[in-house]
Nanobody
Framework: QVQLVESGGGLVQAGDSLRLSCAAAGPIFSYYIMAWFRQAPGKEREFVAA????????YYADSVKGRFTISRDNAKKMVYLQMNSLKPEDTAVYYC????????????????????WGQGTQVTVSS
């Protein structure tokens, strides 16, 4: 099991940037995939971005492609989400997640493909 703690959320204006951080504790194996999801009030939790712990392959939702960048620091066991050109529709609670599936092909864009979750961090973008 991986313990995840997010930080970096806040209130920003449209067009601003924000960087979220996710600190991971516990064993992390090379085949793990780390991801960010978000959930707005009254909506389902949706996939934002994912990154392979080994190799660094990245995957993005169409809605954030070109604006958000996921990265990781293996030595520090940290995962980041750099969010640029933020829009009001990006307002949500952002969650860090870990997929511990061995031999996952590609990535999972569904919340039920992930085993461990953080508590979330609120991001609010005002217009």
């Amino acid at each position: 099991q991986v313990q995840l703690v997010e930080s970096g959320g806040g209130l920003v204006q449209a067009g601003d940037s924000l960087r979220l951080s996710c600190a991971a504790a516990g064993p992390i194996f090379s085949y793990y995939i780390m991801a960010w999801f978000r959930q707005a009030p009254g909506k389902e939790r949706e996939f934002v971005a994912a990154i392979r712990w080994s190799g660094g392959n990245t995957y993005y939702a169409d809605s954030v492609k070109g604006r958000f960048t996921i990265s990781r620091d293996n030595a520090k066991k940290m995962v980041y989400l750099q969010m640029n050109s933020l829009k009001p529709e990006d307002t949500a609670v952002y969650y860090c997640a870990a997929d511990r599936t061995l031999r996952r092909v590609g990535y999972s864009g569904s919340f039920d493909g992930y085993d461990d979750w953080g508590q979330g961090t609120q991001v609010t973008v005002s217009s």
